[in-house]
């Protein structure tokens, strides 16, 4: 899958619409974490360090069409100054005339960023007016956004239309380079932890990995439900009842193609989800019926922690148990550890979607992860094998 990227263009003297992903928390208008907007950085540095202007544009929550003033990109505006050390102009919309005056405003190596583009519903109806309108900002197209890059929007699909060349940014590059190596070129062993609490997020993935992996670890609350299918008795933990069959389908699959499924032996138990909870650690098919699976076991962190020491791909999906609430975030912990510790023997580790980043930034480990995803939906959906319309929109080399 290869781009062209921003080290293709030419940006002296040139306008260049950048769409980022500045999607970022916000509370009391203080941005909490700024994780996105620092991953934005090296592109954007390169535009304005060859000569470029930079015009960036982002959405930010889901004001669906409305101007909500607590999702407003002025506050990132006012951080990203800060983190650049120099002041980035802010547009007061992201079309017509407020938009236009900023832009004309710019000189060579200058930022403007533009304000929410889902103040507009003609962005996510991928409108071709608005598109248009988008695009008269720029000369040069860049997408930097892998997080939206799921999404056929006007702003990661429709603009592309207006340009001879649209091409990725150094965030976007990264994210299709490591992505890929789980579909093609990963080196062997090959293992994949899943998690999460429902099988039914998680299908697609687990049909185009299973066939792929040497190893397949599976956690969370989805167990459960496979534990269901093999006629165990899971107390009160979750269950998708109509899933069941599904992941029996699953268990035949992997045991007929010989590909190693591994479920855990044992779990953490208790009869409410509280850090005051009282826990006991029960083994398969003995969960009473008063209580749930919430973590993974000892004897399981073992066999887990195990199989991933062995890889030299690891890809990580989904945390291990509910790690919002300790002491059942312990499983999902180790896993993280485990995965850093292999990588810095030598093993490619990509880590994808919201939760399982959350756990290795909670766990500090972010740093020794080879790469960590900005995209939770669109890396599920690039593992699945999926055509991301923001990437497929891009120029090929």
Wanted: charged content about 25%; some cysteine; overall charge negative.
């Amino acid at each position: 899958m290869a781009k062209m990227t921003i080290d293709d263009l030419a940006v002296k003297g040139k306008r260049v619409l950048v769409r980022v992903d500045f999607n970022v928390p916000l509370k009391d208008g203080a941005i909490t974490d700024d994780t996105r907007i620092r991953r934005a950085l090296p592109t954007i540095k390169k535009i304005i360090a060859d000569g470029g202007r930079a015009i960036l544009m982002s959405h930010l929550g889901r004001p669906k069409g409305k101007i909500v003033p607590e999702m407003s990109l002025a506050p990132v505006a006012k951080h990203l100054g800060t983190l650049l050390g120099k002041p980035v102009a802010f547009a007061a919309d992201c079309v017509g005339a407020a938009a236009q005056t900023t832009v004309d405003g710019l000189a060579d190596g200058d930022v403007a960023l533009l304000q929410n583009l889902r103040y507009h519903k003609e962005e996510t109806d991928n409108d071709p007016a608005f598109a248009e309108q988008l695009a008269a900002l720029g000369e040069l197209y860049v997408n930097d956004a892998f997080g939206t890059a799921h999404r056929a929007h006007a702003s990661t699909t429709g603009v592309t239309a207006y340009f001879d060349r649209c091409v990725a940014g150094y965030l976007m590059k990264k994210e299709i380079e490591f992505l890929g190596k789980l579909l093609d070129g990963f080196e062997r062993p090959f293992v994949a932890a899943l998690g999460g609490a429902k099988i039914s997020g998680k299908i697609d993935v687990i049909a185009n990995l299973l066939g792929k992996v040497d190893s397949l670890l599976v956690g969370g609350g989805m167990v459960f439900t496979f534990l269901k299918a093999q006629g165990y008795e899971i107390g009160k933990s979750l269950l998708e009842e109509d899933r069941i069959e599904l992941a029996a389908d699953i268990l035949a699959e992997a045991e007929a193609t010989g590909r190693k499924l591994l479920l855990p032996v044992d779990y953490v138990c208790a009869a409410e989800i509280s850090a005051a909870a009282v826990t006991t650690t029960c083994v398969t098919g003995e969960i009473p019926a008063d209580q749930m699976g919430l973590d993974l076991g000892v004897k399981s962190i073992e066999q887990f922690t195990a199989e991933i020491k062995q890889a030299k791909t690891i890809f990580w999906n989904g945390p291990m148990g509910v790690f919002e609430t300790p002491p059942f975030d312990r499983g999902t912990v180790a896993i993280a550890k485990a995965i850093a510790e292999t990588t810095s023997n030598g093993a490619v580790s990509v880590v994808g979607g919201g939760d399982s980043v959350a756990a290795v930034n909670q766990a500090g480990l972010a740093d020794r992860i080879s790469h960590v995803s900005t995209g939770g939906g669109a890396s599920l959906e690039f593992v699945e094998g999926k055509t991301l319309p923001g990437i497929a929109a891009l120029t090929d080399k």
